[in-house]
């Protein structure tokens, strides 16, 4: 029996695909990371600094 194999394109087209059918918001997706307590700190330090570089426009 031949063997096939799944190029690394493949893999990618299937991954985008699953991710445009589960299409979350902005909203909740944000929402997801602040209740994870692995990426809470990191998104809060981005959020305040991007917060400071606004301000000082």
Do not use: Y
């Not at 997801?32 to 426009?57: C, F, T, V």
Request: hydrophobic share 35%; no cysteine.
């Amino acid at each position: 029996a031949e063997k096939k194999f799944r190029t690394e394109t493949d893999i990618s087209v299937e991954a985008l695909t699953m991710a445009t059918e589960n299409r979350w918001s902005l909203s909740e997706i944000q929402k997801a990371q602040l209740e994870d307590p692995d990426i809470r700190p990191i998104l809060k330090m981005k959020l305040n600094s991007a917060d400071r570089h606004l301000g000082k426009k």
